[in-house]
């Protein structure tokens, strides 16, 4: 890496990942190009002692530090110093296709992997209690890091007496059309980084309930204009708002609406030009 970037001696060099914003800082000491390193991890992941030392001794040595929320920038601000630092979100893919190809259906969605941490659980315990019998759950999503989270999932909902209406979709490549079919986002996730999930659903033009998790949603979601924030694991709080959205179309229309609004400042454009000046004209 180190002779390609002497080959191309850029002004510039932008480094993203949560292990190899390491090895590029080391691999390119002594080089007259500039770095900036772009963290896109959680800001509470510990990556090992090994790395979460380097992260402190290495950061600090680039031109410039980006992070994904203020929240994970003042994580690291705690811990170390740097004097030029940003936050830029994850740029939101907007839907190819119009609302009006579709009708709405009665399903409140989640989108995650099956791992402890999204909490699918609760989820399916909350829509449980619900008393909305012509409601459906939709869950995508596949086991992952090894957890074998699907058939313990299922387990929950056969017992729970509702296997009938929470539906496992598994993996998919394509959630258009599922964005648009749903009426409600909900998200019971207790750490991100960035919830990519939460942006496309609310391009999309879904209200979202989520836990005020660390970190993303919060800076995603203005708690009863575009969704709920619901502080994390208040169980009898998510079940009354995600309640107050199923017994109620216009609220649901009208902060799906404002959710198509906010979300325009994680546009694809906006975020590529914030990389580019803070990059390019630093």
Known sequence: MRKTVKQINPQSVLSF???WNNFVLLGVLGLRSSVYVSDRSQPDKSLGWFHDRLRLWLYPTSKGLIFQTEKAREIFLKKAKHPNTIVIGNPIRKTNTLEA???KEKYVLMVGRLIR???QDILIKIFARLNFPDWKLILVGYDHLKQQNMERLKSLASDLGVSERVVFMGKLSNLEKL????SIFAFTSSSEGFPNAIGEAMAAGLPVVAFDCIAGPSEMITDGYDGFMVPLFNIDLFQ????ALMSNEPLRLRLGS???KSIEKFSQKKICEDFYRFVLQN
């Open 117 to 119: 941490t999204k909490h």
């Open 17 to 19: 990942g949560e292990y």
């Open 101 to 103: 190809h579709y009708t």
């Open 179 to 182: 964005y648009h079919e749903s």
């Open 240 to 243: 009354s708002r995600l309640a």
């Open 258 to 260: 404002n959710a198509k």
